[in-house]
């Protein structure tokens, strides 16, 4: 098992870096048009072929790459922040907030994710500038998704609270929000970097649901989720047009590998 | 800072009980509308009527439109207005399908529901048939070969899938199921080998009670609230499910609509939708929750 999980990382690695130097791979910028060769097969020029405006799949691949793997971390990190800071008050402080803030995860975890993200995805502008539609996606992800991991929190927190040492620094006379701060926040660490590990490949795929569904991050600019778009429409599509969908299953499978003494912990 | 007090619902009266959870049920459905009708009100574009740009249009007729959109300006009384109209059976009409929603509802709720029932059975079959034995036998082998089975599905958004297996020629059920079984199989496993692992099932199998006997009264019975909760966050996902593979599929149900009212930005629909959505997964619990042996016991 840790040899799978050391191969995965290693995996994980070579990915990250081939995205965030697609040059060593590719000479092509994701955006250039080769107007000559649309549609082209897989040749020693192009190594997955060209897509329907002629630019350069392997290229848009590693650009798509380096957004996914780069911009997933983020939001797993803003939603981890908004389920610590959620979920700690709530379990710290108790009473009549905590109620409400476990009214708000249960109302935001009766409705399914992708729905939820559909919905939330279509009240915001869809005409959007690309740049800004990474933006877009990605916070619209993390400000969704922070309820299930503020569940985790809040329980960690609420024993925390009544643990010995909280019961002890409240005796000493410590004001309620530096035990919150210097000692039940810090305790819940191993959940919130758990929750934070599991939530990368969750937004991985949310973002590939989104752009595939025509929601996510807008054309030019490559993503996963995107170029997995001409796949629906296409009515045969060429073999080499499978590669983004080869390269989720790849990431995400190795980063469920990596994390699985977490996840059996779960 | 509180000492909790020790909780009394269990033991309150089953009819208390079964209000409190309706009440608590129809509270977070409408909370849901509210929500998103905010989002809808304070979204960008609200108000805007291309009929207003109509020339044709005399400037009578166009200072009506405006007032109608005026109306809706204010949050309580659009959405009183809403809940109103809905009590009397008038969910509104699609802005962009011209149709009422009860109607458009009630047209494509029965292609969904058949999806997400037969897609529910299939997962459930598919991480029962793997996480049994998987739990029972303690295998190493076998536990590690149902965890990548399951961990490949687990690994692909589910639209991806859903053009995969649309592309393979299997049904849209099939994806459905293949969407929902590795979460289903992962925790049914988890309960098992927890149920396998008391002590009084290592004895029972111990003195050599039929593997049977034990799985039906030692393993399963004590597991039935757990699995009646997977049961209702199924549905849930489920549901999820069916838009990715409604819009890919081309199936002209309830998931299909959620996303062309996405896509085009229907407000009126998406509203009632996530009404709906919110209600029937609220239900679903409900529906565990009445079902759970440990309903009616007392703390």
């Given at each position: 098992m840790r040899t799978a999980r050391y191969g995965a990382a290693g995996l994980l690695l070579a990915v990250l870096l081939a995205a965030v130097f697609p040059g060593l791979l590719?000479?092509?910028?994701?955006?250039?048009?080769f107007r000559e060769s649309?549609?082209?097969?897989?040749?020693?020029?192009f190594p997955l072929g060209t897509d329907e405006l002629g630019r350069n799949r392997l290229s848009r691949l590693l650009y798509g790459t380096r957004i996914s793997l780069l911009a997933a971390p983020a939001a797993a990190l803003l939603s981890t922040v908004l389920a610590a800071v959620v979920g700690g008050l709530a379990g710290f402080l108790g009473g009549w907030f905590d109620r409400l803030c476990v009214a708000g995860i249960d109302l935001m975890l009766s409705l399914p994710w992708l729905f939820l993200l559909v919905i939330v995805r279509a009240l915001l502008p869809l005409n959007l500038s690309p740049a800004l539609s990474i933006l877009v996606t990605f916070g619209l992800i993390a400000v969704l998704g922070w309820a299930s991991a503020a569940r985790l929190v809040r329980a960690a927190c609420r024993s925390l609270r009544d643990s010995d040492l909280a019961i002890q620094a409240r005796a000493g006379g410590l004001p309620p929000g530096r035990i919150l701060r210097k000692h039940v926040l810090p305790n819940a660490r191993p959940v919130l970097l758990a929750q934070f590990r599991a939530s990368v490949p969750v937004y991985i795929l949310a973002e590939a649901n989104l752009g595939l569904l025509g929601l996510g991050v807008a054309d030019p600019i490559p993503s996963w989720g995107n170029l997995l778009r001409p796949l629906e429409s296409a009515f045969a599509p060429d073999p080499a047009a499978w590669a983004p969908l080869v390269l989720v299953l790849l990431v995400v499978s190795c980063l469920y590998l990596t994390q699985s003494p977490e996840r059996a912990a779960a | 800072m509180t000492r909790p007090k020790p909780t009394a619902h269990r033991s309150l009266p089953a009819w208390r009980r079964m209000g409190g959870a309706l009440f608590r049920m129809a509270a977070t459905a409408l909370a849901g509308g509210l929500l998103c009708a905010t989002m809808v009100r304070f979204s960008?574009?609200?108000?805007?009527?291309?009929?207003?740009?109509?020339?044709?249009?005399?400037r009578e007729t166009q200072a009506a439109i405006r007032r109608s959109h005026d109306r809706e300006r204010n949050l309580p009384r659009f959405y009183a207005g809403a809940i109103k109209r809905m009590l009397v059976g008038d969910l509104g009409t699609s802005v962009?399908?011209?149709?009422?929603i009860g109607e458009l509802f009630a047209e494509r709720a029965p292609v969904t529901i058949e999806l997400m029932a037969w897609g529910i059975a299939g997962a459930w079959s598919m991480a029962a048939l793997l996480a049994i034995p998987a739990a029972a036998l303690r295998s190493p082998g076998l536990g590690g070969f149902c965890t990548v089975l399951s961990g490949v599905p687990a690994a692909l958004p589910a639209a991806g899938m859903a053009i995969l297996l649309f592309r393979l020629g299997a049904s849209p059920t099939c994806t459905i199921a293949l969407v929902i079984f590795p979460k289903v199989y992962q925790y049914l496993h988890n309960l098992l080998r927890q149920g396998y692992a008391m002590p009084h099932v290592v004895l029972a199998r111990a003195k050599g009670l039929r593997a049977r006997g034990i799985f039906v009264r030692h393993v399963l019975a004590p597991a039935r609230p757990q699995l009646l909760a997977l049961a209702a966050v199924s549905v849930n996902m489920a549901f999820g499910a069916a838009i990715a593979v409604e819009a890919v599929s081309d199936l002209p149900g309830l998931g299909q609509l959620a996303w062309k009212a996405a896509v085009a930005r229907d407000l009126p629909v998406l509203v009632m939708l996530t009404l709906l959505v919110a209600l029937a997964t609220q239900l679903a619990n409900f529906v565990a929750d009445m079902c759970s042996p440990a309903a009616g016991r007392p703390a």
């Open positions: 590719t000479s092509a910028p994701y955006d250039r048009q649309p549609n082209a097969p897989v040749s020693r020029q | 960008p574009g609200f108000g805007l009527d291309e009929k207003q740009l109509d020339p044709s249009l005399s962009t399908l011209g149709r009422p």
